[in-house]
């Protein structure tokens, strides 16, 4: 489920109906943050969240998975929640 969503996100259209599922001022940080690395909003989204799959510490994955598992729709909300992140540049605090 979520594996089939991430791939998804390299489709422009799937990447949208995403973005418009956050706030609206998440889609235009998240939109700023694309035009900053000089990249198209749904390729940006996509690198962002297979960046963190890559990179995540134990502490963000333990975080993640913790709301996720209380979520409705887990997969789209393991995205917000990564996007959120990505937007707020969060860190670990390790």
């Known amino acids: 489920m979520l594996g089939t969503l991430i791939a998804r996100l390299d489709e422009p259209e799937f990447a949208r109906s995403v973005l ?3 706030t609206p001022e998440l889609a235009v940080a998240i939109e700023m943050r694309a035009t900053a690395a000089s ?6 989204v996509a690198g962002a969240v297979r960046a963190f799959f890559d990179s995540a ?3 963000l994955w333990f975080q993640l998975l913790t709301i996720v598992r209380q979520a409705d729709e887990p ?3 393991a995205v917000q929640t990564i996007l959120e992140w990505v937007a707020t540049e969060r860190r670990s605090a390790s």
């Open 20 to 22: 418009d599922t956050l």
């Open 39 to 44: 990249m198209t909003t749904p390729a940006f």
């Open 57 to 59: 510490d134990d502490d």
């Open 75 to 77: 997969g789209l909300t």
